[in-house]
Each structure stands twice: as structure tokens, then as C-alpha cells.
């Protein structure tokens, strides 16, 4: 289907905010929350992120899909996003490694999707007024009366509350053998994960076994893990209370415990500690983060709409009783925390995305951290034994 087809589209907000513009890939209704993400670069891996579930992503960076769709960089097995806003989308495919293009793969996986639009003025008043649900309507459905497409955009479910694990994780386990000189068996349950974390951690001598999102204690332990991995995912960390139950089952076992993105909420919570809704969340791939153990700044990748609360400049008690905990990486657009790390148990985590496909790779060395706190327990236990 053409990309400069006459067919309309119109992105209505929830305050009742409208955008006209042209539709892009399927064609239909799609309701979300609507987000912006600041990355130049990656979109694929942006689309393919199941983190994305249940929101509708809008590009800043005005010209997209330039460089098609391949079928070597997906993060997952499918597009995730609920619908897509682009500002002018790319006239042809110019890259050697594409397959298709991509409104080809959005228009495949049914994602509804609008462009044409003032994608800055749509992104300054989510930064005026917070993130907020919408909904994208193209063909016939853009020609519905404006107050019932406002109607059914306010009777979509908030994002706070929601609990989307179960709908982007595996149902059965999968296991990845170690590509780096093996450290054994890793337990990863996934909340939505990226290929590229996989690869991260099998480079680095992990067994990865992928457990669906519902696995207990008891199929952790089976696998005798020499470590546990919470993964990035959608949804509210507050709705996810039995993730929270078994990671501090896995902490009560002194297993090595390091968590990314929604796996850093999840510690927080574990640890006794709070999470909130951010006005508009971080996404992007250009997200400044300083690490307090290093003192560098780093640039880093993110995909979230919640954050931990924490106290950012001393150690602190763990209200749960797991010792003392600190503050470990801080986001230096807005102090949001940005990482935490457990000072008397092996647990440590990151709100952003180490693996960081299609880049930066200024965070892939947590991974080498997460494999050095493993071979750390390993000797400990050897020497104990």
C-alpha cells in the first residue's frame, strides 16, 4: 500500500486534543498511551521491544524509515507497539540489509499508525501535560463523530495498574547455551526480553534458561542457577506482586541477583521500597546516567514510565529487611534513580538497557559486572564448602 495514500488518520487525546494527518501501515482503531521516544537511530529495535506493549510510540526524530525493516535486528518475534506517529515517513528503502520496508511490516502486524503530523507540538504538550492515553483512527474509522473516538480513548485502561507481563512473555521455557567460557546456569524470567540481552548474557559464560513470566521458586531452584535475571517489560511494577514475591524468595536464597529496567522496579519494590508513574518517562537511546561507583557519565538507552523512590545520596536500610542498599546510577536530566545496588546481599539493577540495541554500548560492561558478582559467590561458596 502506497505511503502517500489520500487516506486520513487523526490522533485524538485523552484531554481531546486532536492531530490530523495521513494513515501509515494498517488501517483501523488503536488505543494506547501515547509516548515519545528521543532516539535518532533504531527504530526496529524500538518496534520490536516488547517493553512498548500497550503504548503508542511517537518518533521526535522527524524522518523515519529510511533504512527498512531486516529480519537479523528484531528484538523479539513481533512488533509490540499498540500504534505509531511518525512525522514523514521515508519515500523509498535505501539500505542493503532491508527486507522490507516498514510500512510494509507495520501494515503485516497490524499496527495502526499516522503520519503527517506536527510530531514536535504533539511531543511538547505530552511534556506540558504528561503522558496521556489516545488513540489513532485511519480509513473509515477517521471519519468516526469526534466525541465517540474521544469516547472510546477515555475508556481505555490507564497504564497505572496495569500488569502486561503476560502478554510478551515465553509460555515455555527456552535455553540459550553459553557462548563465552561457561560460569553455568542463569535463570531469566522474562518480562519482555530483548534478543540482544540474551546474546549479552551468554557471551558471558551464562546457560541462559528463558522462564515464562509465571515461573515459581521451585523452577528456579530446579535449574540450579548460579544467578537470577529480571528482564526489561511492560506495565506497573505496583501490579506485579507475585514477581516481587518470588524475587524475594530468590534474595532470601543469596543467589546473585541483577535486574534491568521493569527488573529494577521489581527490586525496588522486593527491597521495601516504593515505585511511582513518571510524568513522561525516559525513552530514547541518548538518556545522560551517572555511575556513582565510577563517577562516569554514561549515555544510555531507556523504555520506562515508572521509577523507584529511593534516597539518592547515603546508604539506606532496606525497609524489608535485606541490609543496607544504595542508589548506584542517578539520571542527570531529572535525578530519577537509575540504579540500585544491595551493599549486603549479591543484587544489583538498572533502570535503562545495558545490551542497548542499536546502541549506545556505554552500559554493556554491567553485564561483565553481573558475571564478576557471580564468579565473587561462586569462590565464596567454594571456600565455605
Not at 171 to 182: D, L, N, S, V
Not at 304 to 311: E, K, M
Amino acid at each position: 500500500m502506497s505511503l502517500f495514500t489520500p487516506d486520513p488518520a487523526v490522533l485524538v487525546l485523552e484531554d481531546g486534543t486532536r492531530f490530523r494527518g495521513r494513515a501509515y501501515g494498517a488501517r483501523g482503531v488503536t488505543l494506547g498511551e501515547v509516548v515519545f521516544a528521543t532516539g535518532m537511530t533504531g527504530y526496529q529495535e524500538t518496534l520490536t521491544d516488547p517493553s512498548y506493549a500497550g503504548q503508542i510510540v511517537l518518533q521526535t526524530a522527524p524522518h523515519i524509515g529510511n533504512t527498512g525493516m531486516n529480519d537479523e535486528d528484531p528484538e523479539s518475534r513481533r512488533i509490540w507497539v499498540a500504534g505509531y506517529i511518525v512525522r514523514d515517513p521515508s519515500r523509498v528503502v535505501s539500505n542493503w540489509r532491508a527486507d522490507e520496508s516498514l510500512d510494509e511490516a507495520l501494515e503485516r502486524d497490524g499496527i495502526v499508525g499516522i503520519s503527517g503530523i506536527d510530531t514536535r507540538a504533539v511531543t511538547r504538550h505530552i511534556r506540558s501535560v504528561g503522558s496521556m492515553r489516545g488513540g489513532v483512527f485511519s480509513g473509515d474509522a477517521a471519519s468516526l463523530d469526534a466525541e465517540e473516538q474521544l469516547r472510546l480513548v477515555r475508556e481505555a485502561p490507564l497504564m497505572a495498574g496495569q500488569n502486561l507481563s503476560a502478554s510478551v512473555s515465553v509460555t515455555a521455557a527456552e535455553i540459550t547455551p553459553a557462548t563465552g567460557e561457561r560460569l553455568g546456569s542463569l535463570a531469566v524470567i522474562d518480562l519482555g526480553i530483548k534478543k540482544a540481552t540474551i546474546e549479552n548474557l551468554a557471551a558471558r559464560g551464562f546457560d541462559v534458561h528463558v522462564l515464562p513470566q509465571d515461573a515459581t521458586i521451585d523452577d528456579i531452584r530446579a535449574i540450579d542457577p548460579v544467578g537470577v535475571f529480571y528482564s526489561n517489560g511492560p506495565g506497573d511494577p505496583s501490579a506485579s506482586a507475585d514477581h516481587v514475591s518470588l524475587l524475594r524468595s530468590v534474595l532470601d536464597d543469596r543467589v546473585p541477583f541483577f535486574g534491568i529496567c521493569f527488573g529494577n522496579q521489581l527490586l525496588g519494590r522486593a527491597l521495601g521500597l516504593d515505585t511511582y508513574k513518571l510524568p513522561f518517562g525516559h525513552r530514547g537511546i541518548n538518556q545522560p546516567v551517572l555511575d556513582k561507583q565510577t563517577g562516569r557519565v554514561e549515555i544510555t538507552a531507556h523504555n520506562h514510565g515508572f521509577a523507584v523512590d529511593a534516597p539518592l545520596d547515603e546508604p539506606f536500610d532496606s525497609p524489608q529487611g535485606y541490609g543496607r542498599v544504595e542508589v548506584s546510577h542517578i539520571g542527570l536530566n531529572d535525578r530519577v534513580v537509575e540504579g540500585l545496588r544491595a551493599l549486603d546481599i549479591p543484587a544489583f539493577s538498572v533502570q535503562y538497557h545495558p545490551e542497548a540495541a542499536a546502541g549506545p554500548h556505554d552500559a554493556n560492561y554491567l553485564f561483565d559486572r553481573f558475571a564478576e558478582l557471580v564468579r565473587a559467590n561462586l569462590s565464596t561458596k567454594e571456600a565455605n564448602a
